[in-house]
């Protein structure tokens, strides 16, 4: 395990790069997240919130308000769809069995995105092998924008300069150690630096997890 990733704790990457929307509260009291509702306090009505999520596991929305945060917000029940049609009744009790809802569904996606949380958490503490499916360049502007609670399109053109210049010269990177070396860089001296000086944590534990990786099959 690399000691770059051995001083971080789980709870400040959560916290870091948990991504960013926001939304106005409907008169229901909920809000839409990837085409699925959620139920907030019914004072927060009318109001414009941000929410706070993991991309991959949207089983904990944090719902916040002018900085503060407010609550957890539940995911609004569904409704038992029946799409079986109504048949006459042709003599005797039959009863037909209704068709099968999407509540299952929902259970199974659900246990997927616990299972990718829990591989996602591991591979960002060093614990396993990360997957070998690195960012794209629109995911890495992505993730540098979000993490440090910006939005792509409002960077300058002389950092989206630095970053295009960056995945060219070293990229692709790996998104969990953008994540961590993002999270490194917010803790050392917060959101409020130059970006040159995150993508050179970027940059620096890209380039010790390759160099860890040719020692290894060095003495193999």
């Known amino acids: 395990m690399s000691p770059f990733l051995k001083k971080i704790d789980e709870k400040q990457l959560n916290s870091i790069f948990l991504w960013r929307e926001n939304r106005k509260v409907n008169k229901l009291g909920q809000v839409s997240l990837q085409g699925l509702s959620f139920e907030v306090a019914s004072f927060l009505v009318g109001k414009t919130v941000e929410i706070r999520y993991n991309h991959f596991d949207l089983s904990q929305v944090l719902i916040y308000l002018n900085g503060q945060f407010i609550q957890k917000a539940l995911q609004a029940s569904l409704p038992r769809w029946n799409s079986a049609k109504k048949q006459p009744l042709t003599g ?76 060219n010269d070293y990229g692709p990177f790996h998104p969990s150690f953008i994540y961590t070396a993002l999270a490194k860089a917010i ?26 990786n040719q020692q290894e099959n060095q003495h193999e």
């Open 92 to 167: 005797g009790n039959k009863t037909t069995k209704p068709a099968a809802s999407g509540i299952k569904h929902l259970t199974h996606l659900e246990k997927q995105h616990q299972q990718h949380k829990i591989k996602q958490a591991n591979n960002l503490l060093g614990r396993s092998k990360p997957a070998q499916i690195p960012f794209t360049p629109t995911h890495f502007f992505k993730a540098v924008a979000t993490v440090l609670n910006r939005k792509v399109e409002n960077l300058h053109v002389n950092e989206l300069q630095a970053l295009q210049k960056a995945w």
């Open 187 to 212: 803790i050392a001296k917060g959101y409020h630096q130059h970006i040159d000086f995150y993508l050179n944590y970027i940059v620096q534990s890209h380039l010790k997890y390759q160099n860890h």
